[in-house]
């Protein structure tokens, strides 16, 4: 690859190519912000986030909890999750709407993104994606739905979860334990009689019966 007459440039464009190729980490918490239309979702009214992934029953969050949301309105909401979710494993995610009120017409969305913060602290959107349109009064908006076979691991690189403890994870699609990346877990490390694994500091010496 030539480089680029100006150092600056050279710069982000490894950056850019560093963050493409990361592998993405499991998360345990997500914040999803909705921008509203000129249409007020009435109190009673029901907004759920749905994630989809691949190998299991979808993940419902409930993003109203009996209230009203006004017109043209803006609203951010964290998610702390009770199971670990792994963005790679997502293939799809929805918003779904339900009215108390048969009268009540739709709703817009003007737009509805669900973050998270990647491995090394860069806030991104699951999927890449952001949702708006019209739902309809018992309707759903979702992303397009991804190919399962695109979700599959590529090269070891695609299961490392960037920790030496839990040793050295491998891309084995076909291997019994696989998850549903294709991942297989490392053998974690055994250290000494009396010495323990530390990120960062291999085995070392325990204290009293507990960790340094």
């Known amino acids: 690859m030539k480089m680029p007459p100006y150092p600056a440039l050279w710069i982000l464009l490894l950056s850019l190519l560093g963050a493409a190729a990361a592998p993405a980490a499991p998360v345990s918490q997500l914040e999803v912000r909705v921008v509203t239309g000129d249409r007020e979702l009435i109190a009673g009214s029901t907004l759920e986030l749905r994630i989809y992934e691949i190998g299991r029953n979808p993940r419902r969050f409930a993003l109203l909890h009996g ?7 803006t609203h951010v ?18 918003l779904t709407y339900r009215s108390p009120m048969v009268a009540a017409s739709e709703i817009d969305i003007v ?6 913060s990647d ?17 309809n009064r018992q309707g759903e908006l ?6 399962p076979s695109t979700v599959a691991c590529k090269t070891d690189a695609d299961c490392d979860d960037h920790l030496t ?17 294709g991942c297989v877990k490392g053998t974690p490390v055994v250290c000494p009689v009396n010495q323990v694994c530390g990120e960062g500091v291999g085995c070392r010496g325990v204290s009293g019966g507990t960790k340094p």
């Open 119 to 135: 491995a090394s602290g860069s806030g991104q959107r699951l999927l890449g994606a952001t949702l708006s349109g019209v739902i």
């Open 111 to 116: 737009s509805a993104e669900v973050g998270y």
């Open 165 to 181: 403890c839990d040793g050295v994870e491998r891309c084995a699609p076909r291997a019994a334990g696989a998850d549903a990346h």
């Open 67 to 73: 209230e009203s949301w006004p017109p043209a309105s």
């Open 77 to 94: 909401i964290p998610l702390r999750l009770s199971e670990p979710l792994d963005p790679r494993n997502v293939l799809r995610f929805s």
């Open 142 to 147: 979702a992303t397009e739905e991804r190919d």
